[in-house]
């Protein structure tokens, strides 16, 4: 997938929130330095593929502390005495096969001890049906054997009645003899290994890897404690976090390296290790070790963490990984809303599990509850443990399949934990991980969508992947089209051809290069349920341009080592994501806007979800008697600023050499949103390690989005440029108007205005509007008026699409229309109900006759005849009816014959109406007629207030294209209208 901003950061820090335990939480948006837990004393380094590690040379006084057996390239070595970690730091990293170097960062376990507050294990089954189904699970297996979980953590009791049926015992080892019996380096290790203490014995003097063990593999039907997911598993002890609760990341390496030997040369089928910790800064060699796991088909199942945050945007490790066989797991309550505490993310957070008031063992025959994330992961690995159980021939990655892929849907869940899932072992209808039967399952992997969308710039390449298994199985054959805004785009396919990686595996990929600006939906035909919406907009790049270095003397900042000031000039520059006011420069290559910034140890970007930031060499830096120096250039309002890093060192590099000096500087403008970085010389000889941008961080960054150039890496060169700006959006039309005008509400008429224009002259342009509430239709030219009625109250998207050559631009206008108050409706009421009073108490102002006066007219008529009817020889009932009969006919007659004296136009004087006579009228009641008949009342008055018309039988007939006043004239005595015959006139009330 390509798009060019990056939506990853770096946080690696102590993540428990209990007071017994003590937290390290980050605040990287402050102004000082964004710190991480590490330990003071040793560092880890991984050498080159290549360096044989007897070729591998320390520098003097550096102590190697510890190897591993299988992980050969990496080795923790020991701070000198005198010497601080950065120095330690900075000179190994000038040591010729050294690939790069890492603090040994602290990590902790998740967990929130909690005061006791249920009486049962909700999470296995509960009345409210928010468990993982454990007693049907159960029915089918309880777990085997030769299915092995490790527990990575403070160890366990080992002794525990609950869990010593269930504790793993090496088979290759004899306790108690002191001796290696099966050659893997490690005396005695019968339930594990120790790597906090360095020794064999995992027993836990935390609580933590105890609780865990027991959520995993508490023993079933011994009439004691607790039960756990998987009761007849075997779990393996690996002791890394001390009796605090806190460990080495080097230490937790030693036991991924111990346990990949377990699979790899023991035999253990080891199918996945519980990790629930976290902390400490983002590790490559750590990672490293996840990914052999990965080799070695052995899933890491990870605690998201307890911050309460989107690890999408503010990664916690080693959940945030992504490394393919780790599976990430929130926390969930009872009442399946995630916890306050969790951490979440739909890219980086694979599924949520019962992770607060969760009772298990402890030791010394204890058992507690416990919340956290900690909590949360033991159930997912024990889910693990019974689905390998039951399919002991399958990989990993179907395990991790089932696990995640089956839950259950959760509403709160949807746009924010993985696929909006959380775990159920056994399922409904044949749809849990160990009951499946024929479920297909078909959802979009990549990309991974918020519910804000994708965020990609114009021309861009979007390949996306669609996973369609049933029962975990690859589901071939399926014919799937990818839809932009409803129309066909793109076959996605599953044949190894494009961006399709592998053939046949279930995963149907198509890519998309993006040739819109604006917002547009993409979807799936068949059964894939997901959509998610795709914003092209100007993102920022950073691309190579000439050189074009900018030689000033400038007046010096005066910045010391590790501090930051805010340049005082009265300027303020245009960078690409926003004006900027307020510029603060640090000594470690770093620009922020807005607050200073203080980290001397980059990371990679996103840094900060609230931060506006440039970074154009930002490393452990030095002034070493060098400055940063800064000038103004030109007149206003196209003023430059240049700020300059001159004659800087790296930090542990401190030569007064020149050749080891390095110089760069940024060049920001008054009026054009765009930054230049020039790199004079990045070179440093004595500093192999941090040349050319190989320990630097290169790129730019607005509230949690990121553009990268580079991350460690020896990306830049002497005399070279890069220039940070919007890209061009050359080709593409323009929406230059789109707003909304009149009354929003419901069945009121609005107006809306659409303006467009081609990108060059003599070029073509297509609108198209889309009023969300299913009508659309094209746009004759470039500029439209047009008028439209929402019937019901709600928030519509009005879409306009502008298309010229291909290219095309989308321009969403959100129109709100709100239901009538309850005060708007009784003003209404009263003032049609004003109206139609004043119309039927003198309907002569308005040119009507009332029905009333039509049936007295009549009556009267009536009552002359009853009262002569000699005159008109009656002397029957039959006859009076008669005539009767006979003056209704004649009164019509009248009517008809003389409509001048009854407000009707004369037949001769019809004119033709249609709706733009009805719309040109001035208010008041005119008297019109039409040649043709009417029968779209709506299409043609919708303009108008009122219509009458005579339809004969002394009656008048009336309509309103509101519906209300409607109702009230029907109210009022007349009859409904539909139609206007050909001829008849009437009267229009505007």
Partial sequence: ????????????????????????????????????????????????????????????????????????????????????????????????????????????????????????????????NTDLNMPQAWDITTGSDNAVVAVIDSGIDYNHPDLTANVWQNPGE????????????????????????????????????????????????????????????????????????????????????????????????????????????????LKEAIEQHNSADILFVAAAGNNGQNIDVNPSYPAAYDNTNIISVAAIDESDKIAYFSNYGVERVDIAAPGVSILSSTPNNGYRYFDGTSMAAPHVTGAVALVAALYPDESASYYQRLVTELGVDVPSLAGVVGNGQRLTVWGEDGSGPLNCEDKVFARLIDPVSSNDGIVVSPDDVIDFKVLVHNCGAPVLGQDYRALLDGAEIALLVDDGTGSD?????????????????????????????????IISREVPTIVEVPYSYIDFEGSPMELGLDEFKQLDVDLSVQWPMGQVEKIFVSDHGFISADEGVLQWFNSSLPFSDDLHAIMPFWDDLNPNGGDVYYAVFGEAPNRQLVIEWRDYSFYGFLTEDPEDKIEFQVVMNESTPEILINYKDVEAPANSFGSNGGSATIGYEFSGDAVELSYNQSSISNESSYRVSLPSTEGYPEISKLNATGILRPGYPIVIDVEGSAPEEGADIELSIDYGDGESFDIEGDTASLTHTFLEAGTYSVVVVADSNGKQVFRTLYVEIQALSSLEQALIDAEEQRVTDAILTDPELYGLATQESLTNALATATENILGSLDEYGLATQVALEAAVAQASLESEELVKNFPDQYGLIDADTLTFVNAKTVSELAAGTHLLGSSVAITDLQAVFSDARLVWVYVGENTFAGWSPDAQLNEQILNSGYQPLQTIEAGAGFWVKK
């Fill in 174 to 285: 004899i306790s108690g003899n002191g001796i290696d019996d099966d050659n893997n380096g490690y005396i005695d290790d019968v339930y594990g290994i120790d790597t906090a203490n360095g020794d064999s014995d995992p027993f836990d003097d935390n609580e933590h890897g105890t609780h865990v063990a027991g959520t995993i593999a508490a023993e079933m039907n011994n009439s004691i404690g607790v039960v756990g997911v998987a009761p007849q598993t075997k779990v393996i002890a690996c002791k890394f976090l001390n009796s605090y609760g806190s460990g080495n990341t080097s230490a937790a390496i030693e036991c991924l390296d111990y346990l990949y030997d377990l699979k790899v040369n023991q035999g253990i089928n080891i199918v996945a290790t519980n990790n629930s910790w976290g902390g400490g800064g983002y590790s490559e060699i």
């Fill in 501 to 533: 990686e592998t053939a046949n595996d279930g995963i149907y990929s198509a890519s998309l290069t993006v040739n819109f600006l604006g917002e547009a939906e993409l979807s799936f035909t068949g059964d894939i349920d997901n959509e998610f919406t």
């Fill in 1 to 128: 997938m390509e798009w060019r901003f990056s939506f990853r950061t770096l946080i690696c820090t102590a993540l428990m929130s209990s007071a017994s335990y003590g937290a390290i939480v980050p605040d990287a948006a402050n102004n000082a330095a964004k710190s991480t837990d590490q330990t003071a004393d040793q560092f880890i380094v991984r050498w080159d593929d290549n360096m044989i590690r007897s070729s591998r040379i320390a520098p003097s006084g550096f102590s190697i502390k510890k190897t591993f057996k299988h992980m050969n390239n990496f080795e923790v070595v020991g701070v000198p005495a005198g010497k601080t970690m950065r120095e330690a730091l900075a000179t190994y990293r000038n040591v010729p096969g050294v690939a790069y170097v890492e603090p040994d960062y602290v990590v902790h376990s998740l967990v929130t001890p909690n005061d006791p507050s249920y009486s049962d294990l909700w999470a296995m089954d509960n009345e409210t």
